[in-house]
């Protein structure tokens, strides 16, 4: 049970480093074009090389790697899973055997390797957005970022800062999940039985208080910004303000290098 208190999903880990300082607009943008580039490129190589900017921020984030493994390590496990499916789905190539009377072919193989290759990708780059930002800079940033829709009468500031509350929830959530599980057991729950009925039928009983509680945190939420003036981006000031700097040069070169990869790609393999 206390496993669920220590995934960092969503959490925002305070620091120093490199990805600390860079603005949250060129991450969000840089996520964004890199998700992009990412399912563009096709050849084995290049694909792999596409992965060394995800594990670089990794290692130089400054957040323990015990502490990120704690937040990846159940996404990761579903990674595992569906790459195992799409590897016996996939019949094509050449046969390279049988396990447990299911066809293993040499196409399904790669191509369940580069696509758990590219989710691992995207679930380390996304995570460290959270771990690095903090929700006050990453809903600036979106605002930012969204603000020329402003003039098609969208709310942006009512939007960013949902889609941040939505990210940030996520801790409060498994919390809540927490609470409710130990007090199902307390009344003779059985959520550890080897019997994947049993425990797949006592997890309905969490449904229901885990989404009554979840409306009435929102609700306490939303008095909460009510009675502290809250009015959207009408007219609201900043204490900080976002300005880029060469941190965020190297980000964009970085991205810049990465599109000239695809388009020799594109011309090297035609």
Do not use: C
């Amino acid at each position: 049970m206390d496993r669920l208190t220590v995934i960092p999903i969503g959490q925002y880990y305070p620091g120093e480093s490199f990805l600390h300082r860079v603005d949250p607009r060129t991450k969000i943008l840089f996520i964004v074009a890199y998700v992009i580039l990412l399912f563009l490129v096709r050849h084995p190589l290049m694909i792999i090389g596409f992965s060394l900017p995800p594990l670089l921020a990794v290692i130089f984030s400054d957040i323990p790697l015990s502490y990120q493994w704690k937040a990846y390590r159940g996404i990761l496990l579903m990674i595992l899973l569906f790459g195992l499916f799409q590897m016996f789905y996939i019949r094509e190539g050449f046969l390279l055997g049988k396990i447990f009377g299911l066809s293993l072919y040499s196409e399904g193989v790669k191509e369940a390797a580069f696509t758990a290759l590219r989710l691992t990708d995207l679930l380390l780059l996304t995570s460290l957005l959270t771990f690095t930002t903090s929700s006050i800079a990453l809903t600036e940033g979106l605002e930012r970022l969204l603000s020329p829709f402003s003039r098609l009468g969208l709310p942006v500031g009512e939007i960013a800062l949902m889609m941040t509350i939505a990210i940030r929830y996520i801790p409060t959530l498994l919390e809540e999940m927490e609470k409710i599980m130990k007090a199902q057991m307390a009344r003779g729950a059985d959520f550890e039985s080897r019997n994947l009925r049993k425990r797949v039928n006592a997890l309905f009983p969490l449904i229901v208080p885990l989404f009554v509680n979840s409306f009435r945190r929102a609700e306490e939420l939303a008095l909460s910004m009510e009675a502290r003036g809250y009015r959207g981006g009408r007219g609201r000031t900043r204490r900080y303000t976002l300005t880029f700097t060469h941190r965020d040069g190297w980000v964009a070169f970085l991205l810049l290098l990465m599109g000239i990869a695809l388009i020799g790609e594109r011309v090297w393999l035609h």
